[in-house]
């Protein structure tokens, strides 16, 4: 599966952004999805996970009522993506923001090395 993530771009606080991962692969509705953040001189860090079939999604607290985390799984397409609508974007969301893919219960963990595939990432920048 290969992965690639777009939409981030430099904005003000308040405003929203809707992040996009394209995913390449017949098997891609397979796997479950998420997007992590990292920001400068920290470690890359759970913002939301979405299942395989889309049922079921989970936040970390710190985006949970302003993010939502969706899918589109075409079953008749090899390309499939996820979004990360951002709203009410908040200067400490500023981030390389990352989409990655999994199939080892990955929705139930927070940590990044229960993802197998990544995306090359795409920067967010919020100005205050």
């Known amino acids: 599966v290969q992965l690639q993530a777009s939409g981030g771009g430099l904005v003000q606080a308040g405003d929203s952004l809707r992040l996009s991962c394209a995913a390449f692969g017949r098997t891609f509705g397979n796997y479950d999805v998420g997007w992590f953040c990292q920001a400068p001189g920290k470690e890359r860090e759970f913002a939301a996970a979405?299942?395989?079939?889309?049922?079921?999604?989970?936040?970390?607290?710190f985006v949970k009522g302003r993010f939502t985390i969706s899918r589109d799984n075409a079953k008749n397409n090899a390309k499939n993506t996820v979004y990360l609508q951002m709203n009410s974007l908040k200067p400490e969301d500023t981030a390389i923001y990352y989409c990655?893919?999994?199939?080892?219960?990955?929705?139930?963990?927070?940590?990044?090395?229960?993802?197998?595939?990544w995306g090359q990432g795409t920067q967010v920048t919020v100005s205050s």
């Open positions: 990655a893919a999994g199939d080892k219960n990955s929705f139930y963990n927070s940590l990044p090395n229960y993802y197998d595939y």
């Open positions: 979405i299942t395989s079939s889309g049922s079921s999604t989970r936040y970390a607290d």
